[in-house]
């Protein structure tokens, strides 16, 4: 199919909102992971279920959620903002990357949502974004935080967190089971106030013992997703019950705090006689806006709203969380899943193929107006999506090659003949943002880029590399004459018709992916590695191996993609580090172990200005493209939505929400409730 896994995996699924976003490809729709502090990874087109991890803290706190795993936090808000008094020792009712917030202390709720939205009904869908051991066709586990078995969508629902994300603005947050913060002057300390209404569902007190007990065993026991964006936390403390002292290491990550505050809170008691780091069915005992209805393994799983829940009426809250019942139904084939949303198995579907959308929404429902087809905007940064290729395999260390499959990549046939010209060319890692590249170097960015002159191509301190145009016939003559002369530049010469490495060896590649939708998409590209004398196959295998392979780097070359919040920050490491390239289970697919990238990721996560931030991104960013690690892919800048007419929704998603808020900002219209039925 045609989407992109992105990258999207929440990495805390709330805590990876605030990061940005990432998604496994699945279809060749591959959309961008978006949280601001997070990383998730979302499903595209012409990838296998996509999804990551990086997108956002959105869900951080619950309210970005399904689509929490951008990288950072990108685009500045576009409201006057109010100065936070970070550093000065008073107590705040939020906090954000800079400082800045839109909302003061006595707000009574978002401005994105309906304050006074019923409650009530269902609301079922199918996975779109994935986050940290989570998968888009099934789960065996109840725990979707460590690294072993395969954890179940929608747990984040069910636990409180520290803060909870503004999805109107790019990475701030508000007072959510603490009801304010204070921070040292030297920003390496920051002290929580809890609560004293805020409760587990079993009608226990949630205390700072639970917080600290949660971060300290996140940061031990945690998804090495987790344990990489944790570097900079030290420890958490619970001198009494209603204070929490969180420590950081000097020199801190910027949004290592706004992590922090949207990691899930567990109770310190249940895991008194329980390993935390077991794959296990048992319900956890959680604080959140739900808790585990009913469920059976690999088939469906449904989360009850708490009637009673002690933070409905919270600012972060109010509005959010309408529907009694939230239930994900998983399916390994996505033909199947498609008949099953026609057939009202569930009401709710993203379509990240577009080939279905421009074809197969012509069933009874669609045309009696049972079921309605809404594109909304979608104004996050897309990230990105593409072929990822190993670099840990000796046959992709030269650039050269990698330059040469690039070439050999038709976007513009397979845009027009398998996705019905739905999509975009994505160029960089933050596409759709102003973070990414145009133009020659401005003077702050040869700033940045001057001290690496020598260790990068000298195409960094000029126009930005993007990648070709072809002539749309599927096999241009022009670009496959380029990628020949780049593979035999780099000593891969043909013999009787076979391309051979420079050790002699045939030049083999295999497409690693768990959905056969995506299959399409890689014919043509196999094709003309073909003519280039490349022996390339597409290798389909299930859900748990696939991640399998990708967590023990075993592949060649494979969809994901990722989305960058407005607010990039610590999460870049997970992707780009060189201590992530070599750290098993980490989104570093590609294997990018390079001096001068880390030193940018740096400069990224220790920007103190948004400008400085822009700056950062757009010299790494062209660093990263020189780099050719990746055959970019495509994007959309909207959300293609279905959903059986028995919901109502705001009239457009929050700026920097992942997703189009559905379900946490949605809910059921009494007025609509017969509207699914068949018409007599």
């Known amino acids: 199919m045609e989407f992109l896994r992105g990258a999207a995996v929440r990495l805390s699924l709330r805590a990876l909102c605030a990061l940005g976003s990432l998604r496994p490809c699945g279809t060749a729709e591959i959309r961008a992971l978006r949280p601001a502090l997070v990383v ?68 009574h709720h978002f401005d994105y949502v309906n304050v006074n939205a019923p409650k009530g009904g269902t609301f079922s869908l199918i996975p779109s974004v994935r986050a940290y051991n989570q998968s888009y066709f099934t789960f065996n586990s109840l725990n979707a935080y460590i690294l ?44 929580f106030t809890m609560r004293p209404e805020a409760r587990f569902h079993d009608g226990s007190k949630l205390t700072a013992q639970d917080v600290a007990f949660s971060l300290n065993t996140l940061k031990e ?59 296990t069915l048992d319900t956890p005992l959680g604080s959140g806006p739900y808790k585990v209805g009913r469920f059976e393994v690999n088939r469906f799983i449904e989360y009850d709203r708490v009637k009673d829940w002690w933070a409905a009426d919270l600012p972060v809250c109010r509005g959010s969380f309408n529907f009694d019942t939230v239930r994900y139904e998983f399916y390994r084939d996505r033909d199947v899943a498609f008949e099953g949303f026609t057939g009202k198995n569930y009401l709710y579907r993203e379509e990240l193929t577009a080939r279905i959308w421009a074809t197969r929404y012509d069933f009874p429902a669609i045309k009696d107006g049972r079921v309605k087809r809404e594109l909304l905007p979608d104004e996050t940064p897309s990230g990105a999506q593409g072929w990822f290729i190993n670099m840990r395999r000796d046959k992709f260390k030269d650039p050269r090659v990698r330059e040469a499959l690039i070439y050999a990549f038709d976007f513009e046939w397979t845009n027009k003949t398998i996705m019905y010209g739905a999509y975009a060319r994505t160029h960089s890692p933050f596409q759709n943002s102003d973070m990414m590249v145009s133009g020659p170097p401005s003077p702050e960015e040869l700033a940045l880029l001057e001290p690496f002159r020598g260790q990068v191509p000298d195409e960094v301190f000029g126009m930005p590399f993007v990648p070709p145009v072809s002539d749309g016939s599927g096999q241009d003559r022009a670009l496959l004459r380029k990628a020949a002369q780049l593979l035999s530049d780099a000593g891969c010469v043909v013999k009787d018709g076979k391309r051979l490495l420079p050790n002699g060896e045939p030049f083999t590649i295999e497409f690693l992916n ?23 196959t597409f290798r389909l295998i299930d859900a748990v191996q696939y991640r399998a392979r990708l967590e023990d780097f075993d592949f060649d070359m494979t969809i994901q993609r990722f989305s960058m919040s407005a607010t990039p920050g610590d999460v870049m490491r997970a992707f780009f580090s060189s201590q992530a390239a070599s750290t098993k289970g980490s989104y570093n697919l590609a294997g990018i172990s390079s001096p001068v990238i880390d030193a940018l990721v740096e400069k990224i996560i220790a920007a103190e200005t948004r400008a400085e931030l822009t700056t950062a991104c757009r010299a790494f960013d062209r660093v990263f493209r020189a780099g050719r690690y990746w055959v970019p892919q495509w994007y959309a800048n909207t959300h293609k939505v279905a959903y059986w007419d028995l919901f109502a929704h705001p009239p457009k998603p929050a700026r920097y929400a992942q997703g189009v808020g559905a379900p946490d900002n949605w809910w059921a219209d009494p007025a609509k409730a017969g509207n699914a039925e068949q018409p007599k």
């Open 40 to 107: 998730v990874v979302r499903r595209g087109e012409g990838e296998p279920d996509r999804q990551t991890v990086l997108r956002d803290f959105s869900r951080m706190a619950l309210f970005t959620r399904r689509h929490a795993l951008g990288f950072g936090i990108g685009a500045l808000c576009a409201t006057r903002l109010r100065p936070a008094a970070a550093d000065n020792g008073v107590d705040m009712h939020g906090m954000s990357a800079f400082g800045d917030l839109k909302y003061p202390a006595d707000f």
């Open 148 to 191: 072993k078995g395969e954890g179940a969508q929608g747990m984040d629902m069910t636990f409180a967190t520290l803060m909870g994300r503004a999805n109107d603005e790019p990475d701030a947050m508000y007072g959510f089971a603490a009801k304010s913060v204070r921070i040292s002057p030297d920003k390496l300390t920051y002290t």
């Open 221 to 279: 026991k945690g998804h090495p997703m987790i344990l990489v964006q944790l570097r900079d936390f030290i420890k958490a403390e619970a001198p009494d019950d209603a204070t929490v002292v969180v420590s950081f290491a000097p020199k801190r990550a910027r949004d290592v705090p706004l992590y922090v505050a949207s990691l899930p809170i567990f109770s310190k008691a249940y895991y008194a006689n329980r390993p935390f780091e077991e794959s």
């Open 514 to 536: 768990d959905e056969a939708s995506i299959q399409p998409h890689h014919g043509p590209y196999i094709k003309n590695l073909g003519v280039l004398g490349i022996d390339a």
